[in-house]
């Protein structure tokens, strides 16, 4: 497969992974709306925290560094090794799962029985849900390093559809059930997710199409499951190794990164999320496929290494634009955005403040993204090695400049201290991309550089819609914030024309990978 065909299935997985995101939002929203006329908010409040917290980190710590590492394998690998150290998720999920629920259970502070009833059989059903999601690990996998765009869009939404009608149906005729309703519905979530992907390879693998259309790796279901031989050994030990230091490295990274309110964390990286987490996934499949790992750039495949320096730099164009049109009209908005969400309560205090320092967080967050998309896929495994070393050093210095900044500054200090440290991992990802395409004639981080004209009508705008806030916002009634958004609204349009008109290499990858991709999965 070629380098261009993978770029194709990455935009098209992209696409469809930015789609799922605004559909997975609007059902929650809706469903939260819903959920909160029959019960109270605290129960919504300890599932959407405390129980989701529990399941995501049970998650996220058992699994992410099988990903990267299983993901980054070359096409002559033995897939039988891949699958073997992949199953060691499960067991990794239930250690995590014991081991935060007794935390939970134990440690944190346990809610009011009279409140919120069943928060312990709530913390084993959401914990027993994410070794169950888990057991699908082996074919989620495979499906992306086939680039399956169209199973991983059919599982998840029927999943999260026939979680949200279960939720609503007992919300509506069981709402005493309390969180015995989002258990069984997050366990429900798990589950026909796992069965879609199981019931998706059992059909292609007994189809003859299948043997000459496909070109899986496996030709039947039993070659998904662990397997021991005496003729090789149980794991790739390479493969092994490269997930043991993207664990220490994840394991790092969710220390550093977790925190920050939740309200303000919610507004201000919602765009971020909605926009870069599914390109940073796809993406990064894209650069593992396409590069040769630990492989200097001028040893590989130069259409490879070419493609892959034209997507770096557009992707960083577009988190830096993005990045920026959070930033500067942000800090415009935010005292609104709070005023609109939550009245007074939160426009009138440390709320504006707070999310104007997170909308700078937001910046920084997106260009991390696509800068560790690529350096992840690309480096060795000693790299990884020595980045997790700076990590480490990294989380002292981090844990002392959050307890002197929020000493000096109260809780903008803790979003400042997160600033700096993707601030470092940003630097460290740019020396790394540099000496990386170093020898090459290709020059990625171009994608870094705005025209003075784009420069210019950001400052504008930035300094447009400032004076805009002091004069129209927040006490001066509808009218005038209406008037207020339709200033920031013309100044957003003339900062995105100026774009279309100077960034016209991004704008044609835009229309070229995503346009493109949009056709083909009609026509497919």
Known sequence: MGSREVLGQAARLASSGLLLQVLFRVITFVLNAFVLRFLSKEIVGIVNVRLTLLYSTTIFLAREAFRRACLSGGPQRDWSQTFNLLWLTVPLGVFWSLFLGWVWLRLLEVPDPNVVSHYGTGVVVFGLSAVVELLGEPFWVLAQAQMFVRLKVIAESLSVILKSVLTAFLVLWLPHWGLYIFSLAQLLYTTVLVLCYVIYFTKLLGSAESNKQQALPISRMTDLLPSVTKHRAFVNWNEAKLTWSFFKQSFLKQILTEGVYDIVN???????????????????????????????????????????????????????????????????????????????????????????????????????????????????????????????????????????????????????????????????????????????????????????????????????????????????????????????????????????????????????????????????
């Open 266 to 524: 919610n507004l201000g990286s919602l765009v971020a999320r909605l926009i870069f987490q599914p390109i940073e996934e796809s993406f990064y499949i894209f650069f593992a496929k396409v590069l040769e790992r630990g492989k200097d750039a001028t040893l590989q495949k130069q259409e490879d290494v070419a493609v892959a320096a034209t997507v770096l730099e557009s992707l960083l164009k577009l988190a830096l634009l993005t990045g920026l049109t959070i930033t500067i009209f942000g800090f415009a908005y935010s005292q609104l955005a709070l005023d609109i969400y939550g009245g007074a309560m939160l426009s009138s205090g440390s709320g504006p403040i707070l999310l104007r320092s997170y909308c700078l967080y937001v910046l920084l967050l997106a260009i991390n993204g696509v800068t560790e998309c690529f350096t992840f896929a690309a480096m060795s495994k000693e790299e990884v090695d020595r980045y997790n070393f700076t990590m480490l050093a990294l989380s002292s210095s981090f844990l002392g400049l959050s307890y002197l900044l929020t000493r000096w500054c109260g809780s903008v200090g803790f979003i400042l201290a997160n600033c700096f440290n993707m601030g470092v991992r940003i630097t460290q990802s740019l020396w790394f991309i540099h000496r990386y395409y170093g020898r090459s004639p290709h020059r990625p981080l171009a994608g870094l550089y705005l025209s003075p004209a784009l420069l210019g009508a950001f400052a504008l705008s930035g300094g447009i819609t400032s004076v805009s806030e002091v004069f129209l916002c927040c006490e001066q009634g509808w009218p005038a914030r209406l008037a207020h958004i339709a200033v920031g609204a013309f100044c957003l349009g003339v900062t995105l024309g100026t774009a279309f008109l100077t960034e016209t290499k991004l704008i044609n990858f835009l229309r070229t990978q995503f346009g493109g991709s949009r056709l083909a999965d009609k026509t497919s």
